[in-house]
């Protein structure tokens, strides 16, 4: 059957979107391995840049705002990036187990390529201060798992210890692997743009993302990729901002428990990312975290987690410095399913519940 030039364009262009395969093989000459690395992926990346005229429209000026919807990777955040790198790394070394300290979405993501992998995987998180989703993935993805009476950072201390001293891969964004696939989404976000955005607005808690960004935008703009770099504008909760205050923080307190981080193990680099990209750090309180996660899901239709919700947060908060018809992309690093306790305290939803099974009760309530 002969086929229209419209129809195979189309055609093509749906089997190369299906046949995409994780982002080691999207970006192979750009990250380090070799034809030795067994490839562990659940074929993350590739995720949506979304333009969201809400929140352009709150800003004005002629701007252009997208989110990179990460949460939409395998396990819904974007340690899936690093993580396949990471596990795929450890599996060509020979590795058997790996180890993290969480605030919940790395262990969810070790636990998940480990198993993949056929690695042993052991998480260390602070008790009561993970969301129930994140929770609930480690433990079906079998990862064994030590919650401590201890913030992240104590938690972060100890598995640097524990890999020191036992054969036992850490999977930490210290793990250099992490970052290089983490680059990535900025490699992603400049192919769908055509070229960098003006700004890029991400959430800050360990920095190790901001970090990554960086250098994927520094990777493809010396390759002529782009033609531009963008302004690297991280935010923090105000309760946990310890790259905003210049200063470690010891009892860090946020309704956005994955940035809940008081002591930023990729702290130079940031600050690196910051200096040279011209940048700047900001902070947002929990009830702007909160305003900017509302406006996402009733406005746009996108469910981000809290922490996600703070480069959204951080963007309506410094709008005045915005310059005039600029691009801007802001990454939404988790999937707002992750937290669903914070999803049913924080809505406007109408919710009439106990309602009786009947025709006459239910138009009663709406109205009609
Ligand atoms: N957003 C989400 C949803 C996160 O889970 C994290 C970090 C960040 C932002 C911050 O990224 O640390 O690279 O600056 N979560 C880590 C974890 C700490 O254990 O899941 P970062």
Not at 98 to 113: E, H
Not at 149 to 154: A, S, T, V, W
């Amino acid at each position: 059957m002969a086929f229209s030039k419209k129809l195979k364009q189309l055609f093509f262009s749906g089997q190369k979107k299906n046949n995409w395969n994780g982002l080691i093989n999207a970006y192979k000459p750009w990250l380090p391995v070799t034809n030795k690395t067994p490839i562990i992926s659940l074929n993350e990346g590739g995720t949506p840049l979304i333009e969201v005229n809400s929140i352009a429209n709150r800003i004005g000026k002629g701007v252009k705002v997208y989110v990179k919807y990460d949460g939409l990777n395998p396990t819904g955040s974007f340690k899936d990036r690093g993580m396949t790198m990471a596990i795929s790394k450890a599996k060509e070394d020979g590795c058997e187990a790996v180890i993290c300290a969480s605030t919940g979405n790395t262990s969810a993501s070790a636990a998940a390529y480990a198993s993949k992998g056929g690695i042993k995987s052991f998480v260390i998180i602070p008790d009561g201060y993970v969301a129930q989703g994140k929770l609930a993935q480690a433990l079906v993805y079998g990862a064994e798992i030590l919650a401590i009476k201890g913030n992240f950072d104590k938690a972060l201390d100890i598995v640097r210890e524990l890999s020191e001293k036992y054969p036992i891969t850490l999977v930490n964004s210290v793990n250099p692997y992490r970052l290089q696939g983490q680059k990535t989404a900025a490699f992603e976000i400049i192919e769908n743009l055509g070229n960098a955005p003006d700004w890029l607005c991400i959430p800050m808690g360990n920095a190790g993302n901001i970090s990554a960004y960086w250098m994927g935008f520094q990777e493809f703009f010396n390759a002529n990729k782009s033609k531009k770099l963008p302004r690297m504008m991280g935010f923090q909760a105000s309760g946990s901002a310890p790259l905003v205050e210049g200063r470690s923080i010891s009892n860090p307190e946020t309704i956005a428990t994955a940035i809940r981080i008081g002591n930023p193990v990729n702290k130079e680099k940031a600050l690196k990312a910051k200096e040279s990209s011209n940048g700047k750090f900001s902070s947002v309180t929990d009830s702007e975290i909160i305003e900017a996660y509302k406006i996402l899901g009733k406005e746009e239709g996108i469910f981000c987690e809290p922490a996600s919700a703070a480069s959204v947060a951080g963007l309506l908060k410094v709008k005045n410095d915005v310059p005039m018809n600029s691009t801007i992309v802001c990454v939404l690093t988790g999937n707002g399913l992750k937290d669903p306790d914070c999803a049913i305290k924080n809505n406007d939803a109408i919710f009439h519940t106990g309602v009786e099974a009947e025709i006459s009760s239910i138009t009663k309530k709406m109205g009609f």
